[in-house]
């Protein structure tokens, strides 16, 4: 399995529950401490490139990610492989 590294880019997070820096390495345990929206919306990403698989990026094929909470955006998140088996 691979190891994934969240980042959060950029937060106005209306609960100041993220912060701008905040870093969460994934692998077998796939829960990281961050709220239910963002999680939603990131864990489909993760659980691609934790499993070995790579991300359409229009033309080419990605092992990151870059999403928006859907809170109005007020949170930006990258995620990218870090280790390979």
Avoid at 57 to 73: A, L, N
Wanted: aromatic share 10%; glycine share 8%; net charge negative.
């Amino acid at each position: 399995m691979a190891k994934v590294k969240l980042t959060i880019i950029e937060s106005r997070c209306r609960s100041g529950f993220h912060r701008k820096g905040q870093e969460f390495i994934i692998d077998e345990t796939l829960c990281p401490p961050i709220c239910m929206e963002l999680w939603s919306y990131a864990y489909p990403y993760v659980w691609v490139l934790v499993n070995g698989g790579t991300l359409d990026d229009g033309d080419t094929k990605s092992k990151s990610f870059d999403i928006i909470c859907p809170d109005e955006g007020r949170v930006h998140l990258h995620g990218e492989v870090i280790e390979e088996d």
